[in-house]
């Protein structure tokens, strides 16, 4: 009896609910921009403490050393050498196999890297995307369109490439020293928003990718701790990689 009566009171609510006109509503709100003159709520304050204070530290770690500094410039510059040398070598030690070139969009570099201590939080400035290192295979014709998009773009930093741009297009092509091939396969190391075929790379976006969840932010911050730990700081040259 009590399964009957539930059952004719669901209908009657579920038949209610469906024959309710819709009713349009407007929702308004209003930003509000959270400045330091802002009075501050002491106990949200004292709440949050423990995490705040964990991040800062965390993030005023020092993890290397710049003797100049690294800014980023196109069609090359030290610091877009640093970070595609960085793609390359660690996508080589994470996935256990030679990479032919790696490749960073211009955009996606958000920071510079300032002289002297660098810091964590100097590499999140860098990359505050959460961009994974992946690999693809791709034919010598592909990376062939994937440069002249890059010629087309003014130049990004590369790893194993070196090339000319000449009316906007890749000329004079070495990968690892070697002309480029079209009928040759390579592996390619990008980030996977490039990978996918952002920034008009549709040519890539159909190509399968290796992926590791390796971010490439974390690969930056092993590599520079490497280098601290060989002595070494943080010196990059430009190498004519890319010209006009």
Known sequence: MFKQIF????LAILLFACSTPKQNISIQFKDYRIQQSDKKDSTLTAMLKPYSDNIHQSM?????FSTKGLS???P???LGNFLADCMKIMAEEKFSQKVDAAFLNYGGIRSYLPKGDITTGNIYELMPFDNLVVLQQVSGKTL????NKIAERGGWPVSGVKMQIKDKQAVNIFINNKPLEESATYTIANNDYIARGGDDCDMLKE????NKGYLF???IIAFIKQLTKQGKPIEWKIENRITY
Not at 7 to 10: E, G, L, Q, R, V
Not at 60 to 64: D, M, P, Y
């Open 60 to 64: 005023n770690t020092v993890i290397g």
């Open 207 to 210: 190509i399968p990718v290796n």
């Open 72 to 74: 980023k410039k196109q």
């Open 144 to 147: 062939n369109q994937f440069l």
């Open 217 to 219: 932010r974390d690969a």
């Open 7 to 10: 059952a004719t009171y669901f």
């Open 76 to 78: 090359e510059s030290e």
